[in-house]
């Protein structure tokens, strides 16, 4: 079924957000002709804490400043503003009804495999259609397996990219380089606010 007109709903803990979630949301977005992509940055995420305590607030202005310019790309509160942990399911069905033009969640193939540990997932997995983001050492057949066949997915054509936000906050941490893994406005925020033990200046690339 054709996804073209939808909007991308692309949750995540965006801790930071960094240049993977941009070239997945970006690829979503062509490759489907979505009407636009969504980031949905949670408040408390309902499986984990988030890694050294950065708040949402902050965690979404990140994601503005790496969406701003880029027209196909927004940013929800939704998560946010609701008290306590904030379930998918939850979000996608509140999301659905104020979109009439339909919906598709993008996820990437590591967490999008653990479906069986999120909340209320049988109903997650028939509430919308899923758009898969391969990711380095997942193997994209156990979506071709129960529980996956009840579900309609589809697959983002793209080289696995390695880079993740705890990789990210990793290098920030121990002061290495971080080019090009984050919006440069995004690294600016992230030295400022010394998030991650980052030092104010960027060391020599
Ligand atoms: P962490 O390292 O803190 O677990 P993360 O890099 O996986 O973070 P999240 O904010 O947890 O980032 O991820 C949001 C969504 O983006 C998830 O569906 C995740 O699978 C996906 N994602 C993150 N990085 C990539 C990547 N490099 N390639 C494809 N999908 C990704």
Known sequence: MSLAGRIG???????PVHIGHLRVAEEALRQFALREVLFIPTGQPPHREVADGVPGELRYEMVKLAISGNPGLSVSRVELDRPGPAYTVDTIAL???EHPEGVAYI?????FSQIEIWHDWQRLLTLCPFIVAPRPG???????????????????EM??????STEV???????????GLVPAAVDRFIREHGLYGARKTSPLE
């Open 95 to 97: 999301l659905k009804q």
């Open 107 to 111: 996820v990437g193939a590591d967490i």
């Open 9 to 15: 709903l692309f949750g995540g803990t965006f801790n």
């Open 138 to 156: 997942v193997d994209l057949a156990v979506f071709r397996k129960p529980p996956f066949d009840r579900a309609e997915i589809h697959f983002l």
């Open 169 to 179: 906050r990793r290098r920030y941490r121990l002061g290495l380089p971080t080019k």
């Open 159 to 164: 080289e696995p990219i390695a880079l993740s």
